[in-house]
């Protein structure tokens, strides 16, 4: 089955304490991009990722890291989390980067930071 | 910049009245427009897309026509069903200058739908 795989879906951790979300898709997608949901805020991208280590800021990218090692996976790394931080996340995504190709969405992981 | 406009919610019906949920864009060049839903507890699923001005995309009963007079991609349904519960979100993907395609996705916030039997 085609999708995208997110884990873990529930995390609850302390102020400053290092995490990573997985993420990976089966699809040989080019593109694969992070977005957190907000209540009253919608989704806003974190970072994207146009292929294998190339990777580049989307519009809320402070406190977060990604790597794109490997076509499949693109990890999400909090490296120091904040309160602020806490919210849904879910990675997406795409054949490649284009106008022409609707996204493919993980499950979402809810994370909260206390 | 970029941006999509939907309406509030929540919007509440009965089974098999009919919906609307509005949507308006802000975009240079050619956007392509989508639909997409979550359910409770997921993830959001494409619901239907369209790629250049007229386009009608639908799926699963729902519609949208790409309306670039107006700049707006309404969602419609004849007649809704409680199993449409969901929340909408309205999207576009951007073109760049010069015919460049960015493709990223910008969302509007989203309509929460509840459906009463």
């Known amino acids: 089955e085609a999708q995208v795989t997110q884990n873990p879906r529930y995390l609850i951790t302390v102020t400053g304490k290092k995490l990573t979300v997985t993420c990976s898709q089966n699809?040989?997608?080019?593109?694969m991009s992070w977005y957190r949901q907000d209540p009253g805020l919608g989704l806003r991208q974190i970072y994207y990722?146009?292929?294998?280590?190339?990777?580049d800021k989307g519009d809320v990218p402070e406190g977060y890291k990604v790597s794109r090692k490997e076509k499949r996976n693109f990890p999400l790394i909090l490296e120091s989390p904040s309160p602020n931080q806490t919210s849904l996340y879910f990675c997406?995504?795409?054949?490649?980067?284009?106008?022409?190709?609707?996204?493919?969405f993980g499950s979402g992981t809810r994370l909260t930071v206390v | 910049g970029n941006s999509v406009t939907q309406m509030e919610g929540p919007v509440t019906l009965s089974e098999e009245a009919f919906l609307t949920i509005n949507c308006t864009y802000t975009?240079?060049?050619?956007?392509?427009l989508f639909w997409y839903v979550q359910y409770p507890g997921e993830g959001l699923q494409l619901l239907l897309k369209?790629?250049?001005?007229?386009d009608k995309g639908s799926n699963k009963g729902f519609e949208a026509t790409y309306r670039k007079e107006t700049t707006s991609f309404h969602l419609e349904k004849g007649s809704v069903q409680v199993s449409d519960s969901a929340v909408y979100f309205c999207?576009?993907?951007?073109?760049?200058?010069?015919?460049?395609?960015?493709?990223?996705?910008?969302f509007g916030k989203g309509t929460k739908l509840s459906v009463k039997p």
């Open positions: 997406a995504s795409s054949p490649k980067q284009g106008r022409y190709y609707g996204y493919t």
């Open positions: 699809m040989n997608h080019e593109y």
């Open positions: 990722s146009m292929n294998v280590e190339v990777t």
């Open positions: 975009a240079t060049g050619y956007p392509s």
């Open positions: 369209a790629t250049k001005a007229d």
């Open positions: 999207a576009l993907s951007d073109q760049g200058n010069y015919g460049g395609s960015q493709g990223n996705l910008i």
